[in-house]
């Protein structure tokens, strides 16, 4: 049942994802034309307010969705905290490769 719980998790992070990512990158765009560096401002829209937007709007569009993560046993504030661990996974990732590849 576990694994159930987990993919649910993954399932729900990758469904924010999208959103997410444009939002993110959509802000970092803005702040490179105010000078600010652009994979910083990527990463840290990424786990902040990329997250929440897209949280948001999931919640709006599919918020029906949340019935099947509720029979698993999973709560809403589980899946948040999982997404939120998938960014800030991703954002360290981005930042990783490009303080090492320069």
């Known amino acids: ?3 159930a ?3 649910a ?9 999208p959103v ?4 993110s990158l959509l802000i970092a765009l803005v702040g490179l034309v105010y000078g600010l560096p652009f994979w910083k401002t990527f ?10 937007v897209s949280s948001y709007i999931y ?3 599919r918020g029906h969705q949340f019935y099947f993560f509720y029979n698993l046993g999973i709560s809403l504030g589980v ?7 998938m960014d800030i996974l991703l954002a360290a990732g ?9």
Do not use: E
């Not at 997410?20 to 939002?23: A, P, Y």
């Not at 990463?43 to 929440?52: D, R």
């Open 79 to 85: 899946l948040q905290i999982s997404a939120l661990l």
């Open 20 to 23: 997410n990512l444009t939002l």
């Open 59 to 61: 919640k709006r569009r």
């Open 1 to 3: 049942m576990l694994t």
């Open 94 to 102: 981005v930042l990783l490769v490009k303080n090492n590849f320069r």
């Open 43 to 52: 990463s840290f829209s990424l786990v902040t307010g990329g997250a929440f």
């Open 5 to 7: 719980k987990i993919k």
């Open 9 to 17: 998790c993954l399932y729900y992070a990758k469904d924010l994802l």
